[in-house]
């Protein structure tokens, strides 16, 4: 007996060594999900393509020629070419979608450091070319884009607000939700720890969390809310992860927010 329970432990043993292993090399694969969608064609006039440290970023200027613009950063899956028709209708300002690296049709390979990077140069160099103000400026961010808003907020304290939707502290809160049977806190190479960021910056914050969410635990979400260094406002939608921006309500509080 005490033979086939050593045998049954080293077997269990093996299995989690390899588990954890299995993690640690793919670990973007389950981060970051590029996908290709094919823009509307009405949408081919907006095309707003920049490079940025040598690489070519697919993006997307839908002016409205209104004053206020808010600056997009999409989730884990999200090509912005299948999101200008929603942003386009549900915004009342301008807004800017620049694809990830290796999203789309950008070029390069996602990371924190490099997304992170690339879209702070993203803003200012919409600053420059438009000669706008700053102050005039929103950050937008869903889901994973959320770190990245966090990031650029800290970044660029002039900026005129920050919407948060579906945010979380940090990858490694979502990741003790989906595998707690892991150790990935300390095997994470792209932690977006906003949670560090969040009681220093300043800006005004609207935060809209999903009641049901079930990819990031609304605690998570609270927790940056409460954390955050500036005004905000934490609302709770009865939706899902996915499809939170479906509730009426959506676009009304970020456009009242925006105004």
């Given at each position: 007996?005490?033979?086939?329970?050593?045998?049954?432990?080293?077997?269990?043993?093996?299995?989690?060594?390899?588990?954890?292993?299995?993690?640690?090399?793919?670990?973007?694969?389950?981060?970051?999900?590029?996908?290709?969608?094919?823009?509307?064609?009405?949408?081919?006039?907006?095309?707003?393509?920049?490079?940025?440290?040598?690489?070519?970023?697919?993006?997307?200027?839908?002016?409205?020629?209104?004053?206020?613009?808010?600056?997009?950063?999409?989730?884990?899956?999200?090509?912005?070419?299948?999101?200008?028709?929603?942003?386009?209708?549900?915004?009342?300002?301008?807004?800017?979608?620049?694809?990830?690296?290796?999203?789309?049709?950008?070029?390069?390979?996602?990371?924190?450091?490099?997304?992170?990077?690339?879209?702070?140069?993203?803003?200012?160099?919409?600053?420059?070319?438009?000669?706008?103000?700053?102050?005039?400026?929103?950050?937008?961010?869903?889901?994973?884009?959320?770190?990245?808003?966090?990031?650029?907020?800290?970044?660029?304290?002039?900026?005129?607000?920050?919407?948060?939707?579906?945010?979380?502290?940090?990858?490694?809160a979502i990741a003790r939700?989906?595998?707690?049977?892991?150790?990935?806190?300390?095997?994470?190479?792209?932690?977006?720890?906003?949670?560090?960021?969040?009681?220093?910056?300043?800006?005004?914050?609207?935060i809209l969390l999903a009641?049901?969410?079930?990819?990031?635990?609304?605690?998570?979400?609270?927790?940056?809310?409460?954390?955050?260094?500036?005004?905000?406002?934490?609302?709770?939608?009865?939706?899902?992860?996915?499809?939170?921006?479906?509730?009426?309500?959506?676009?009304?509080?970020?456009?009242?927010?925006?105004?």
């Amino acid at each position: 007996m005490g033979a086939f329970l050593l045998r049954i432990l080293i077997i269990v043993a093996v299995a989690y060594a390899g588990a954890v292993v299995w993690m640690w090399v793919r670990q973007e694969a389950y981060l970051f999900l590029p996908k290709r969608y094919e823009v509307l064609p009405e949408f081919e006039r907006y095309r707003w393509d920049r490079k940025i440290d040598g690489i070519t970023h697919q993006g997307w200027f839908l002016d409205k020629g209104a004053e206020k613009t808010v600056i997009y950063h999409g989730g884990n899956a999200e090509d912005l070419a299948g999101h200008c028709d929603v942003l386009f209708d549900g915004l009342d300002a301008n807004a800017l979608l620049v694809n990830y690296r290796g999203y789309g049709e950008s070029e390069g390979v996602p990371g924190e450091k490099e997304m992170v990077s690339d879209c702070i140069a993203i803003f200012d160099l919409f600053c420059k070319e438009q000669n706008v103000s700053p102050s005039n400026v929103f950050l937008m961010g869903r889901s994973l884009g959320s770190g990245i808003s966090v990031q650029v907020a800290a970044a660029r304290p002039d900026a005129a607000g920050v919407i948060l939707i579906t945010p979380y502290e940090s990858i490694a809160a979502i990741a003790r939700f989906q595998y707690p049977w892991l150790p990935l806190d300390r095997m994470l190479r792209h932690p977006f720890r906003s949670i560090n960021h969040a009681p220093k910056i300043k800006i005004p914050a609207l935060i809209l969390l999903a009641e049901f969410d079930e990819v990031i635990p609304v605690e998570t979400g609270q927790k940056l809310g409460d954390a955050w260094g500036g005004e905000k406002e934490i609302l709770t939608l009865p939706m899902g992860h996915n499809d939170i921006n479906e509730h009426p309500t959506y676009f009304q509080e970020i456009n009242r927010f925006v105004r």
